[in-house]
């Protein structure tokens, strides 16, 4: 089992910067993939940015150039960088993990969730 805790959210104006963590605990593997999803009211869970521990990223195209997924492995913590925020980007961030390097950014191949932390971005 891998425990997942997301720290790092809040609310903010528009255009401003919120910094989310993810801290991965328990039986975690030397070779894995992380990703931030978020899922806004009434809406599906959807991927944001995913990386693995081989360092590769990706992002869906709403957040390029804006966010930035990176990884600390001593840590085992992921994080989430996120710039020029937007009201549509507002919604529970969560942090996902898999085992295995293959580099994806679907909810249902990630086997571990965290609980969610709110963004809320006002106009």
């Known amino acids: 089992q891998v425990q997942l805790a997301e720290s790092g959210g809040g609310s903010v104006q528009a255009g401003g910067s919120l910094r989310l963590s993810c801290r991965a605990s328990?039986?975690?593997?030397?070779?894995?993939?992380m990703g931030w999803f978020r899922q806004a009211p009434g809406k599906e869970r959807v991927g944001v940015a995913a990386?693995?521990?081989?360092?590769?990223?990706t992002y869906t195209d709403s957040v390029k150039g804006r966010f930035t997924i990176s990884q600390d492995n001593d840590k085992n913590t992921l994080y989430l960088q996120m710039k020029d925020l937007k009201p549509e980007d507002t919604a529970m961030y969560y942090c996902?993990?898999?085992?295995?390097?293959?580099?994806?950014?679907?909810?249902?191949?990630?086997?571990?969730w965290g609980q969610g932390t709110q963004v809320t971005v006002s106009s």
């Open positions: 996902a993990y898999r085992i295995g390097t293959l580099l994806i950014l679907v909810p249902n191949a990630y086997n571990y």
């Open positions: 328990g039986d975690t593997q030397n070779s894995h993939g």
């Open positions: 990386i693995t521990s081989l360092g590769a990223t």
